[in-house]
């Protein structure tokens, strides 16, 4: 069975450092990798999709990258700001003889400290 | 452009009450979904649909119904509330089922006493 696994649960930095989120999933046959935003009290914004064929995607001051041999994920944070404080999520989409199914890790929330 | 909205964003029942949540998207998308989200744990599918008129089941069916009568709009129901379905209930909707990526409504934050 697939899983997915955020770790640490939660991350206190201070502003300006670069971080690195990690994700990791026990099954290497996916088919996309996404990782998604949350506010407290809001719903999720997808920030990043990399497809099993790709290595890495960018957007702005984020990275994120995929290892499949590995079983690994990471989302890279540039420069971080106080505005980044979240939780962060990655989501693993199945291949499709599961029908296509997301299975989400727990989340890492992130405190970016002025 | 609204995207994605959920209504209502709170509720309380009581055990055995029943209630609908909707769900209403303006991005004409085939796809949508309903997840619930516990504290400490990721997001579990609960039923989705690929296009108006279909409906199936996620990870965690049991004990909610759904409905795709139009395209823009996907229905939960709880028939008979129970407090195991105390939880923050999300619906989103993508184009594709795979490779594209899924739109998040705020979010119904639901108790069951």
């Known amino acids: 069975k697939q899983e997915v696994t955020q770790i640490p649960a939660a991350l206190s930095v201070p502003e300006g450092e670069n971080l690195v989120l990690n994700c990791s999933f026990t099954d290497s046959a996916i088919y996309n990798l996404q990782w998604f935003r949350q506010d407290p009290g809001k719903g999720l914004t997808s920030l990043l999709l990399?497809?099993?064929s790709q290595r890495e995607q960018t957007s702005g001051r984020l990275n994120a990258s995929l290892d499949k041999s590995s079983g690994r994920s990471t989302l890279y944070i540039a420069a971080s700001q106080p505005g980044d404080s979240a939780t962060y999520l990655c989501a693993a989409t199945l291949t499709a003889d599961s029908n296509y199914q997301l299975i989400w890790g727990a989340g890492t929330k992130l405190i970016i400290k002025p | 452009n609204a995207g994605v909205t959920q209504t209502p964003k709170f509720r309380v029942l009581k055990t055995g009450q029943s209630m609908t949540l909707l769900c209403a998207q303006d991005?004409?998308?085939?796809?949508m979904y309903w997840y619930r989200q516990d504290p400490g744990m990721g997001l579990r599918l609960i039923h989705y649909?690929?296009?108006?008129?279909?409906?199936a089941k996620g990870e965690v069916p049991d004990g909610y119904n759904v409905s795709r009568l139009k395209k823009q709009n996907f229905l939960l129901g709880l028939e008979s509330a129970a407090p195991s379905q105390t939880s923050v209930y999300f619906c989103a909707s993508s184009y594709t089922r795979t490779g594209s990526e899924q739109y998040f409504g705020p979010g119904t934050r639901l108790t069951v006493t």
């Open positions: 649909s690929v296009g108006e008129g279909t409906t």
């Open positions: 991005m004409n998308h085939e796809y």
């Open positions: 990399i497809q099993s």
